[in-house]
C-alpha cells in the first residue's frame, strides 16, 4: 500500500479553533455595533454550534447569526456570510501535529492526495493557508469536478488522478458516510478521523485515530509497511 488519501476540514484543519478565533476578530470587527458585555467566549460556543463543524450552509449560518440577540446594530446575513468567508479560510488553523503527520507518511514511501468537498475559493484559501500543496501530489475539490464525497464519482475520479488502484490506498476523514463509507465502498482502506461526528450505532467501529499524532502508528499497523501486521478495515 502506497496511497494515502486525506479529507481537509475537521482531519487537516481544525475547524473548531478556527471558528473559535473568528469569534474574537468578530468581536472587535463588530464591537460599536454590538450591545454591551458580550464576550468572546460566548461567541465562540455559539459560532460553533451554528456552524455544525463546517456543515452548515453559509447562508442559514449567516442568518441565524443575524438574529442572535446580540446587536444594537444588526448587520445583514449577507454582510455576516462575506465577512465570514472572507476571514475564516485564509486563517484556518491546522490539526496539532499536521506537519510531522504528513512529512512522516511521506518518509514511509506514501504518496498523498487531498480530496475535499466545499467552494474551490474557501478550500484553496485554506490549503494555502496550512501550506499543503507541498505534501500533496494531486488536490481535488469537489466544486471544481462537479461531484462531492461521499459520491463515488469523486473517489475514482482521484484514483485516475493519482494512477493507483483504492486497493493501494487508505483513505482518512472525520466523516462516517462522506469519508469511510464512501470510501470503503469502492475498496479503499478506511481510516475514521474521531472527534466531531458519532459513529453510527449500527456499524462495527472501524480503526480510527484521536488526533494526527497516533496516525502514523495506526497506518502502520493496517499495512506492510513498519512494524505492524498487514489488515484492511472491515468492509460495510
Same mark, same amino acid.
Do not use: H, V
Given at each position: 500500500m502506497r496511497y494515502a488519501f486525506f479529507d481537509l476540514d475537521n482531519t487537516l484543519t481544525d475547524r473548531r479553533a478556527t471558528v473559535s478565533a473568528y469569534a474574537d476578530y468578530f468581536l472587535e470587527a463588530f464591537r460599536d455595533g454590538l450591545k454591551d458585555g458580550i464576550l468572546s467566549d460566548y461567541l465562540s460556543a455559539i459560532f460553533n454550534e451554528l456552524d455544525r463543524g463546517g456543515y452548515e450552509t453559509h447562508a442559514v449560518r449567516s442568518e441565524s447569526i443575524a438574529r442572535l440577540d446580540i446587536w444594537d446594530k444588526a448587520k445583514t446575513a449577507s454582510e455576516l456570510s462575506a465577512h465570514w468567508q472572507n476571514w475564516v479560510p485564509k486563517n484556518?488553523?491546522?490539526?496539532?501535529?499536521?506537519? #510531522?503527520?504528513?512529512? #512522516?507518511?511521506?518518509?514511509? #514511501?506514501?504518496?498523498l492526495c487531498l480530496v475535499t468537498n466545499g467552494q474551490s475559493k474557501n478550500q484553496r484559501d485554506k490549503i494555502k493557508r496550512l501550506s499543503l500543496e507541498k505534501y500533496f501530489k494531486k488536490i481535488v475539490i469537489s466544486e471544481e469536478i462537479g461531484f462531492k464525497k461521499p459520491d463515488s464519482r469523486i473517489f475514482e475520479y482521484a484514483l485516475s488522478e493519482m494512477d493507483c488502484a483504492a486497493e493501494e490506498a487508505i483513505f482518512i476523514g472525520d466523516h462516517p458516510v462522506n469519508d469511510y463509507i464512501g470510501s470503503t465502498e469502492l475498496g479503499f482502506t478506511g481510516i475514521w478521523f474521531e472527534g466531531l461526528h458519532d459513529w453510527p450505532e449500527h456499524l462495527g467501529k472501524p480503526p480510527s485515530n484521536r488526533n494526527l499524532g497516533e496516525l502514523c502508528s495506526l497506518v502502520r499497523d493496517l499495512t506492510s509497511k513498519g512494524k505492524g501486521r498487514e489488515n484492511h478495515a472491515p468492509r460495510l
Open positions: 484556518s488553523l491546522p490539526m496539532n501535529g499536521l506537519d #510531522e503527520c504528513l512529512n #512522516e507518511l511521506i518518509d514511509m #514511501e506514501f504518496s
